[in-house]
């Protein structure tokens, strides 16, 4: 079975300023996707950007962008420019092996961003 | 619909009663998935749907949580008997097709769940 953690249950960052959040995984498959998912107090789970495993080059979406280090099995995300909007909770995931279909996700990490 | 809609938002209920949870899921996709997210905790999973059937029931915490779905529409999720640990949010989720992991989930907003 696959596991994902989130190591910091909460992180703050200043306003216009950048912030990373952390992702390890554990799996011995080889074909996998990722996932950031953010939850803010509306509570609807939103995407914020998906990493295939087989591609080498990390994705990005306008100022989410994550590093995805395959052999360390950590795929964190890093917000530039934090914006008040992006406080919220971070959720990431996981879909292990061909033909997956159930998600697993970490316990996340609370952002607060201070004006 | 153009999301997927849970229904009711939030509910409150005493100990013992019988609860139906609903979800409508994105019109066209076959796949839908429940997860129980407890405060301050990730989600863990149910249940999926491939069309109307169930072919992972794994995630049930108990013979009192049942599912069922209708064709490839809205699906109920009853909690029979409800105890005080089953005050949760519980998540609903579709996707085109399941298997297809590039495609991700979309989710609904929850029905917040609190049993007193």
């Known amino acids: 079975a696959q596991t994902v953690t989130q190591s910091q249950p909460e992180m703050s960052v200043q306003e216009a300023e950048t912030v990373t959040l952390s992702c390890t995984y554990d799996t011995s498959e080889s074909d996998y996707y990722l996932f950031w998912y953010k939850q803010p107090p509306s509570r609807q789970m939103i995407l914020v950007i998906r990493q295939e495993a087989y591609k080498q080059q990390n994705a990005t979406e306008n100022r989410f962008s994550v590093n995805f280090q395959k052999a360390a099995k950590s795929f964190s995300l890093k917000i530039s420019d934090s914006q008040l909007g992006d406080a919220a909770m971070y959720f990431c995931a996981a879909f292990v092996g061909a033909g997956s279909y159930q998600l697993t996700f970490g316990k996340g990490t609370k952002l607060s961003v201070i004006p | 619909g153009a999301g997927v809609s849970q229904s009711p938002s939030n509910k409150v209920t005493e100990k013992g009663k019988d609860v139906e949870l609903r979800c409508d899921p994105i019109s066209g996709h076959t796949a839908l998935y429940w997860y129980r997210q407890r405060l301050g905790q990730g989600l863990e999973f149910l249940i999926y749907?491939?069309?109307?059937?169930?072919?992972?029931k794994s995630g049930l915490p108990s013979d009192r949580f049942s599912a069922e779905r209708t064709g490839e529409s809205v699906s109920t999720l009853t909690i029979q008997r409800t105890q005080q640990e089953d005050s949760a949010v519980y998540l609903c989720a579709s996707s085109p097709i399941a298997g297809r992991a590039n495609y991700g989930y979309t989710f609904g907003s929850g029905t917040r769940l609190t049993v007193v």
């Open positions: 749907f491939q069309g109307n059937s169930a072919p992972d």
